[in-house]
């Protein structure tokens, strides 16, 4: 059973660091994407970064481009999310999710997939001085 799981998330002051972990378990990482998403509150789920893991293949949402940073650690089956200069309206519930590269409709090379089978509980990010 695909599982993963959050961490790293926690309070922060503006400008300051976080590094958000994303790992799996009950499969290997080098065939799926990871997409990082958040939602802050009264607000819509929001793209963040993606990364096709075994490629290294990575996007960013434009609000993050700079200061996010996605990485993976095929060893350990992981995936980080370093985030920097975070700002006020950084804050939020930070997720990850994953699909596999081989799924109906899904071009390779892409690494926003239709549509995300498996996700993670999410990790709370406050950046508030």
């Known amino acids: 059973q695909l599982q993963l799981v959050e961490s790293g998330g926690g309070l922060v002051q503006p400008g300051g660091s976080l590094r958000l972990s994303c790992e799996a378990s009950?499969?290997?990482?080098?065939?799926?994407?990871i997409g990082w998403f958040r939602q802050a509150p009264g607000r819509e789920r929001e793209e963040v970064s993606c990364?096709?893991?075994?490629?290294?293949?990575?996007e960013y949402a434009d609000s993050v481009k700079g200061r996010f940073t996605v990485s993976r650690d095929l060893a350990k089956n992981m995936v980080y999310l370093q985030m920097n200069g975070l700002k006020p309206e950084d804050t939020a519930v930070y997720y990850c999710?994953?699909?596999?590269?081989?799924?109906?409709?899904?071009?390779?090379?892409?690494?926003?997939?239709?549509?995300?089978?498996?996700w993670g509980q999410g990790t709370q990010v406050t950046v508030s001085s």
């Open positions: 990364i096709r893991v075994g490629e290294g293949r990575t």
């Open positions: 999710a994953t699909e596999f590269f081989g799924i109906p409709r899904f071009p390779p090379g892409d690494c926003w997939p239709p549509s995300f089978s498996s």
């Open positions: 009950g499969f290997t990482l080098d065939q799926y994407v």
